[in-house]
């Protein structure tokens, strides 16, 4: 699997690109909170924009330093044999840069003035936003024990969760209501779902060969 990659880093810099992508989950998890919070936990939007902005920053930063750890260990240390592995990290890393892209798109919402905060479907609301963020630190937890067992029963279970966000996309698609309420409904189960898809895909490194990091961010009729 791909973080076995990391066991044998020299002086232990493979082992430090590890750990990176694990801090970035955890950032990840930061922002995410933050995010829904001024969407419908009644935060004002401003006041959370600030860190919101410098933690996505320090997770870009993180992403660049991964990418160019990665070429030095290729071009000065590694071999011809580790450049799929390589470019296999490179491809986990960007995953988890891009789950931290679409909890600040959360926080996008409630600076255009969106807020959830005391809706009709508050409680459904608040269940997917508690099960997002369980599911960030639970894969940073995760990642950093390198638990493969932990890592295909939590896969298996958000599979199916990802035709849980298709169908309530769907049903906002489809909704009567006001463009007002069915939009920002539509677009923060949207990017729910694609956090989650990303996470899957970090977590493949555990359990998935190379050429099948992205299993799981197809739709389950595309998939080989």
Known sequence: MVLEFFRG???????GIHGQIVTMLQDCRHTFDLA?????????????????????????????AVRKQLVVHVSVRGSSADLPMVLAAMSIVKDAERV??????????????????GADDEATLFGYRDRTSALIGDAARIMADRDAAAADD?????????????????????????????????????????????????????????????YYDEDKADRI
Request: include cysteine.
């Open 36 to 64: 829904v919070n001024a969407l419908m936990g009644g935060a004002d939007p401003s006041s959370v924009g600030p860190e919101i902005h410098a933690t996505d920053v320090r997770v870009n930063k993180a992403e660049r």
């Open 100 to 117: 931290g892209d679409y909890c600040k798109n959360i926080w996008d919402l409630a600076d255009e003035g969106v807020s959830l905060a």
């Open 154 to 214: 939590l896969l298996k279970m958000l599979d199916d969760l990802l035709d849980e966000y298709d169908a309530a996309i769907t049903a906002q698609v489809e909704s009567t209501g006001t463009p007002r309420d069915a939009v920002p409904r539509a677009l923060f189960y949207r990017y729910l779902k694609r956090i989650t898809a990303h996470v899957m895909n970090v977590l493949t490194s555990l359990v998935m060969p190379v050429h099948r990091l992205d």
């Open 9 to 15: 880093g020299t002086e232990g810099q493979l082992e």
